[in-house]
């Protein structure tokens, strides 16, 4: 009975050992190139007369399949001052464009 309580612990440890290397099944999200995302905020900003400006990417992208989430710090686009945090939603357009729809 003993070689059997070794066995069952030896496979619960390289059960163990495997789920932690493989991160316990987290897909991470794909690695994005920001720089589309900027653009896009930007033309979102200008769109909607906001007079913000980009300062920093604190989170993202995330892309999860034709739509993406980016939280940044924005500031006023002419006066310096305080920054705000806000995460914009970005929709895929069948060119593979990337467009902000909306903020929050």
């Not at 033309?43 to 993202?60: R, S």
Request: charged letters at 15%.
């Amino acid at each position: 009975m003993t070689s059997l309580n070794y066995l069952l612990r030896a496979f619960v440890l390289l059960a163990l050992f495997v789920c932690l290397s493989q991160g316990c099944g987290k897909s991470g999200s794909p690695t994005a190139d920001p720089e589309p995302f900027k653009a896009a905020v930007a033309q979102y900003l200008e769109q909607n007369n906001m007079a913000m400006a980009l300062k920093q990417i604190k989170a993202g992208p995330t892309i999860e399949g034709k739509t993406a989430t980016l939280t940044a710090s924005l500031q006023h686009a002419t006066i310096p001052g305080p920054a705000v945090t806000w995460t914009f939603r970005f929709e895929q357009d069948a060119d593979g464009t990337w467009n902000a729809v909306s903020h929050k």
